[in-house]
């Protein structure tokens, strides 16, 4: 059969998917820049300009496989084969139910995610719309349990980075050579780990494609240069023997804030590996059908320009809107140091980067902060507000089902209109 | 704009407050050796305004003690206990109460020191005096124990610390004990009631340096975990 609306569909699932990305980059962007910009480590400029690079080198070199899952890894595709359009409906349904639920609850300050709503809006409309069936359950169950396990596993990472740093750097004699000593091996591992993660799953929609042995060698290579780019920049830093005075860390912070920016740089690319997949990864579904003509093909692959546009997005919320909710955030920050930071973002970096490269959407926020709580379980934060975490935990309870709720009403309005 | 999830969990930070409450509090009880060397020369309206000085300052100190109980909530996760560092900030604050009511004594009886007590009671107030300052260069480390996560040579600089302010509060001991002998070999001399009251403000003095021992002690609780 042939879709009559194709263009229409396609044009409607990029404004919509479009706008979702624009949402990532104003409102999430923030909650992903904050810890690097109130610890100090980089200004609200620069903040901006690594926010800007690397949202979007995430977003397009290892944004695939999250947007994969999204666009069919929680569906099967069997049950829709004969009535296309019905995931056209839904696809565009759940993008509209997310980004109006985000657009509430962001006006009430809860802390919901992008990805949980979505998630929410696309189970919500399959086991109503189409049928109980037609959701993969086990696929589901896996992505929910990773909410779970993403916040404990950042913790985990983040109470042992912090530990280390103490053991090595604070708890020494002389804290300021250890400082020196240790950070460039800190910034090779932000480099490498990073690196690693993101070429074993894949460049193959880019062009390229390597072996293990490549892989690592590459990884490596990145790490290094890192190390190398942050060894420079540590000899670079003048010391001020009077600022210790008055707090002895001063001048070992400020070699902390040379990882931080590190950190940060891999914190703006985890985030866009993930988060991109929400606005676009619905998009997506909607293109491959419309271009195979219909056909529910579960094999297709994902066109490039759809992370290209879900990038774009991304950066052009970030400049239109998004630079003011980070000076807001960052400058709310005032009781980070770039020790405490660093520990905490490079845990969730670390765990999101991952989670992206096995395809599991998770909050990048609500990771984020089961870092900083590890960073606290060893003693690092001064004073922690748990009442978030309380919040959190009823956001996941409301998010699914009114992510759901609105995603079924959508979808049974596009239905109407349509057919 | 609604807070960030980020931004909102981060607490105040009670470090500085604590701090500066200390600080507001050895600002008052600095006071009080003027307050005696003007009580030694019986100048009662000088004495008079140097009281009315350290009644403003423990005001100040109490209005701080406020401030940051208040900003303290109940469901905050911080690396040390809660309820130690609210005992912390009780025992600093009764310093300043102790002096103003030394002060009070002082000036509400118009207690006059006996002349042979003069050059060892200043050394006693100035002691308790430095008992104090010692308790608050402790407190002052909180901010570097706080950044090494209470551990490694913080915490030995912070224990040497406490040593030290042990050994001044036993020095106020012995002062103490002294002066108490002396004014034993004058009491028949001296009207009963002012003898009475002159040994009250002998113990309140040594109090000063007995609470700042013990703001100290507290505040070692505080950091083991």
Same mark, same amino acid.
């Given at each position: 059969?042939?879709?009559?609306?194709?263009?229409?569909?396609?044009?409607?699932?990029?404004?919509?998917?479009?706008?979702?990305?624009?949402?990532?980059?104003?409102?999430?962007?923030?909650?992903?820049?904050?810890?690097?910009?109130?610890?100090?480590?980089?200004?609200?400029?620069?903040?901006?300009?690594?926010?800007?690079?690397?949202?979007?080198?995430?977003?397009?070199?290892?944004?695939?496989?999250?947007?994969?899952?999204?666009?069919?890894?929680?569906?099967?595709?069997?049950?829709?084969?004969?009535?296309?359009?019905?995931?056209?409906?839904?696809?565009?349904?759940?993008?509209?139910?997310?980004?109006?639920?985000?657009?509430?609850?962001?006006?009430?300050?809860?802390?919901?995610?992008?990805? =949980?709503?979505?998630?929410?809006?696309?189970?919500?409309?399959?086991?109503?719309?189409?049928?109980?069936?037609?959701?993969?359950?086990?696929?589901?169950?896996?992505?929910?349990?990773?909410?779970?396990?993403?916040?404990?596993?950042?913790?985990?990472?983040?109470?042992?980075?912090?530990?280390?740093?103490?053991?090595?750097?604070?708890?020494?004699?002389?804290?300021?050579?250890?400082?020196?000593?240790?950070?460039?091996?800190?910034?090779?591992?932000?480099?490498?780990?990073?690196?690693?993660?993101?070429?074993?799953?894949?460049?193959? $929609?880019?062009?390229? @494609?390597?072996?293990?042995?490549?892989?690592?060698?590459?990884?490596?290579?990145?790490?290094?240069?890192?190390?190398?780019?942050?060894?420079?920049?540590?000899?670079?830093?003048?010391?001020?023997?009077?600022?210790?005075?008055?707090?002895?860390?001063?001048?070992?912070?400020?070699?902390?804030?040379?990882?931080?920016?590190?950190?940060?740089?891999?914190?703006?690319?985890? =985030?866009?590996?993930?988060?991109?997949?929400?606005?676009?990864?619905?998009?997506?579904?909607?293109?491959?059908?419309? @271009?195979?003509?219909?056909?529910?093909?579960?094999?297709?692959?994902?066109?490039?320009?759809?992370?290209?546009?879900?990038?774009?997005?991304?950066?052009?919320?970030?400049?239109?809107?998004? =630079?003011?909710?980070?000076?807001?955030?960052?400058?709310?920050?005032?009781?980070?140091?770039?020790?405490?930071?660093?520990?905490?973002?490079?845990?969730?970096?670390?765990?999101?980067?991952?989670?992206?490269?096995?395809?599991?959407?998770?909050?990048?926020?609500?990771?984020?902060?089961?870092?900083?709580?590890?960073?606290?379980?060893?003693?690092?934060?001064?004073?922690?507000?748990?009442?978030?975490?309380?919040?959190?935990?009823?956001?996941?309870?409301?998010?699914?089902?009114?992510?759901?709720?609105?995603?079924?009403?959508?979808?049974?309005?596009?239905?109407?209109?349509?057919? | 704009?609604?807070?960030?999830?980020?931004?909102?969990?981060?607490?105040?930070?009670?470090?500085?407050?604590?701090?500066? $409450?200390?600080?507001?509090?050895?600002?008052?009880?600095?006071?009080?050796?003027?307050?005696?060397?003007?009580?030694?020369?019986?100048?009662?309206?000088?004495?008079?305004?140097?009281?009315?000085?350290?009644?403003?300052?423990?005001?100040?100190?109490?209005?701080?003690?406020? @401030?940051?109980?208040? $900003?303290?909530?109940?469901?905050?996760?911080?690396?040390?206990?809660?309820?130690?560092?609210?005992?912390?900030?009780?025992?600093?604050?009764?310093?300043?109460?102790?002096?103003?009511?030394?002060?009070?004594?002082?000036?509400?009886?118009?207690?006059?020191?006996?002349?042979?007590? $003069?050059?060892?009671?200043?050394?006693?107030?100035?002691?308790?005096?430095?008992?104090?300052?010692?308790?608050?260069?402790?407190?002052?480390?909180?901010?570097?124990?706080?950044?090494?996560?209470?551990?490694?040579?913080?915490?030995?600089?912070?224990?040497?610390?406490?040593?030290?302010?042990?050994?001044?509060?036993?020095?106020?001991?012995?002062?103490?004990?002294?002066?108490?002998?002396?004014?034993?070999?004058?009491?028949?001399?001296?009207?009963?009631?002012?003898?009475?009251?002159?040994?009250?403000?002998?113990?309140?003095?040594?109090?000063?340096?007995?609470?700042?021992?013990?703001?100290?002690?507290?505040? @070692?609780?505080?950091?083991?975990?």
């Amino acid at each position: 059969m042939t879709l009559e609306f194709g263009i229409t569909f396609i044009a409607l699932a990029c404004a919509f998917g479009f706008f979702m990305a624009w949402g990532v980059g104003a409102n999430d962007v923030a909650n992903a820049m904050g810890t690097s910009v109130g610890s100090k480590a980089v200004t609200i400029k620069q903040a901006i300009i690594i926010a800007a690079i690397f949202e979007f080198a995430g977003a397009y070199l290892a944004g695939g496989q999250v947007t994969s899952t999204i666009r069919k890894g929680m569906l099967d595709a069997n049950l829709l084969a004969g009535q296309p359009e019905l995931l056209i409906f839904g696809m565009l349904a759940s993008l509209l139910a997310a980004g109006i639920w985000l657009l509430i609850a962001s006006r009430a300050g809860w802390p919901v995610s992008t990805t =949980h709503s979505i998630v929410g809006a696309i189970v919500g409309f399959a086991a109503v719309g189409i049928g109980i069936d037609a959701v993969q359950w086990g696929k589901v169950g896996k992505i929910a349990m990773s909410w779970i396990i993403s916040p404990a596993m950042a913790g985990i990472i983040g109470y042992w980075l912090f530990v280390s740093v103490q053991r090595l750097i604070l708890n020494t004699d002389e804290p300021l050579q250890n400082a020196r000593r240790y950070v460039p091996f800190y910034i090779f591992l932000v480099g490498f780990v990073i690196a690693l993660v993101t070429m074993f799953k894949g460049l193959k $929609h880019i062009g390229l @494609e390597f072996s293990t042995l490549q892989n690592y060698t590459i990884a490596l290579v990145i790490g290094f240069l890192s190390m190398v780019i942050g060894i420079i920049a540590i000899r670079r830093l003048r010391f001020d023997p009077a600022a210790d005075r008055d707090f002895h860390f001063t001048n070992v912070e400020k070699i902390f804030s040379v990882l931080m920016i590190f950190t940060a740089c891999a914190m703006a690319f985890a =985030h866009g590996s993930n988060d991109v997949a929400n606005a676009v990864g619905p998009l997506a579904a909607v293109v491959s059908i419309v @271009e195979n003509n219909g056909a529910v093909a579960q094999k297709s692959a994902l066109p490039v320009w759809i992370l290209l546009l879900g990038g774009t997005g991304i950066i052009i919320g970030l400049i239109t809107y998004g =630079h003011k909710v980070i000076a807001t955030v960052g400058t709310g920050i005032t009781q980070l140091t770039p020790s405490r930071g660093f520990a905490a973002t490079l845990a969730a970096a670390v765990t999101v980067v991952i989670a992206s490269g096995t395809g599991l959407p998770i909050s990048t926020t609500h990771t984020l902060v089961g870092g900083i709580l590890g960073v606290g379980l060893a003693r690092g934060m001064d004073a922690l507000n748990m009442n978030v975490v309380r919040a959190i935990f009823l956001s996941w309870i409301v998010t699914l089902p009114a992510g759901a709720v609105l995603s079924i009403l959508f979808f049974y309005t596009l239905k109407g209109i349509f057919t | 704009m609604a807070r960030s999830t980020i931004s909102s969990l981060f607490g105040s930070s009670p470090v500085k407050p604590l701090q500066t $409450h200390m600080a507001s509090v050895q600002e008052c009880i600095a006071e009080l050796v003027p307050f005696f060397e003007a009580v030694i020369q019986e100048d009662w309206k000088k004495a008079r305004t140097q009281q009315k000085k350290i009644a403003r300052l423990e005001g100040q100190a109490d209005k701080l003690k406020r @401030e940051l109980r208040m $900003h303290l909530p109940k469901s905050l996760f911080m690396p040390v206990s809660r309820r130690d560092l609210l005992e912390v900030l009780t025992m600093q604050d009764k310093i300043a109460n102790k002096a103003k009511d030394i002060a009070g004594l002082i000036i509400g009886r118009k207690i006059v020191l006996p002349e042979a007590l $003069h050059d060892a009671f200043m050394e006693y107030v100035g002691r308790c005096i430095e008992a104090s300052a010692q308790a608050q260069t402790a407190i002052n480390e909180l901010d570097e124990l706080m950044e090494t996560g209470f551990g490694g040579k913080e915490l030995s600089l912070l224990e040497s610390m406490i040593k030290k302010l042990d050994a001044i509060e036993s020095e106020t001991d012995k002062i103490q004990v002294k002066i108490r002998s002396a004014v034993f070999a004058k009491e028949k001399e001296m009207d009963p009631v002012e003898v009475m009251f002159l040994y009250k403000v002998i113990d309140w003095v040594g109090d000063l340096a007995d609470l700042a021992q013990r703001v100290g002690s507290r505040f @070692e609780l505080m950091l083991a975990r």
